[in-house]
């Protein structure tokens, strides 16, 4: 008998095309709505292999229903819709997919950085709405990206890749994790400082961490004032390791100059969240990894992560943590 699999989203035909050659596949078909929680319940009874995106909670009573689970494959390097540890202590094998995203999340985390810096956004509304009367020199000015001092908070595969970038602009590059990395130090000229003399020194401030018990609201009120009144703070990571409310007020109050954000605690985000009223906020929805070529290789590699662990293979991005 087949061993059973279910995808939490319509995925391109070849990739599936190829879980269905060896096993039997379920999928939910809707490309653009998650799927719902009580049919995710119903559909993990039987199944061997899930995969999933970042949208499905993976959690006790979920794992609980999944008697026969032998592995959960996030299509995502981030892992904290996932409760590891239960999945572990039921004998489930969870994988991610690091790496094949790390460049792609890096130009965006660039392209955020620059168009916060550069008001682009607000610029090209400026533009649409007809506000384009005259040119007057200090008309929508930013603040300069080249030569200016960048704070990477997790120097990982994404945090370093955005310092490679930041050294083609001439930027000055402090980093903090809680450990130090000396290859990148020595190869990439970068600074290791403590928390707080990031967020003092530091024009842009960049947080790439995971998610975790440790980084959640790990920007919060007390950071945020540390942090110059020209700074920008850049998130691409995760939601939540930026406390909203207190993100809200710096930027209401002008403690901090601007934010560019790709996430946020609740996604989608409410049009009505307050955080979307300030003109000092640029946003976009989660879009860190939206390539066309990126989306395909994670999709791959997630595949393959499931049909390693389903065919007795160990899973080459098996979370080990
Ligand atoms: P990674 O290689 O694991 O890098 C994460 C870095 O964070 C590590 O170097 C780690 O260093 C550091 N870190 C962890 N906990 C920390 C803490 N408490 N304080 C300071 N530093 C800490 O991961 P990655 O591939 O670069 O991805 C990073 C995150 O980006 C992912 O977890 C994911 O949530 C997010 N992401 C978002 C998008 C998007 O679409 N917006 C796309 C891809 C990834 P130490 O262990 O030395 O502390």
Same mark, same amino acid.
């Given at each position: ?206 947080? /790439? $961490?995971?998610?975790?018990?440790? *980084?959640?609201?790990? %920007? !919060? ?7 110059? &009144?020209? =700074? ?43 955080? /979307? $009223?300030?003109?000092?906020?640029? *946003?976009?929805?989660? %879009? !860190? ?7 395909? &290789?994670? =999709? ?22």
């Amino acid at each position: 008998m087949k061993q059973k699999v279910y995808i939490t989203r319509k995925l391109p035909d070849e990739i599936v095309d190829r879980m269905r050659e060896k096993y039997e596949v379920r999928m939910w078909e809707e490309e653009e709505i998650p799927v719902p929680r009580e049919v995710l319940e119903k559909e993990i009874e039987p199944v061997d292999g899930l995969f999933c995106l970042l949208t499905e909670k993976i959690d006790q009573p979920l794992l609980e229903n999944a008697k026969n689970l032998k592995v959960v494959a996030n299509m995502a390097v981030g892992y904290n819709n996932i409760d590891v540890d239960e999945a572990r202590a039921r004998g489930v094998v969870v994988t991610n997919t690091p790496g094949v995203l790390t460049e792609t999340t890096a130009d965006l985390t660039f392209a955020l950085l620059m168009a916060t810096a550069r008001r682009i956004p607000e610029a090209s509304e400026y533009l649409r709405h007809g506000k384009w009367e005259t040119w007057s020199p200090m008309q929508l000015t930013g603040q300069d990206v080249h030569g200016a001092t960048l704070g990477i908070i997790g120097l990982g595969r994404i945090g370093e890749a955005v310092a490679r970038r930041a050294k083609g602009f001439n930027m000055n590059v402090l980093y903090h994790n809680r450990s130090r990395h000396h290859e990148a130090e020595e190869a990439l000229d970068l600074q290791y400082v403590e928390f707080d003399e990031l967020l003092k020194e530091s024009d842009f401030v960049c947080v /790439l $961490t995971p998610l975790t018990k440790e *980084t959640e609201n790990m %920007i !919060g009120r007390e950071q945020l004032a540390k942090m110059k &009144k020209t =700074a920008i703070l850049i998130n691409t990571a995760r939601g939540g390791i930026v406390n909203e409310d207190a993100l809200y007020d710096a930027l209401k109050n002008n403690e901090i100059w601007a934010a560019g954000l790709d996430v946020f605690v609740k996604e989608p985000v409410s049009v009505k969240h307050r955080l /979307l $009223t300030l003109p000092n906020l640029v *946003t976009i929805p989660h %879009i !860190g990894s939206a390539s066309i070529q990126t989306r395909m &290789k994670m =999709a791959e590699v997630a595949a393959m992560n499931l049909m390693c662990v389903l065919d007795g293979e160990e899973a080459p991005n098996k979370i080990r943590e």
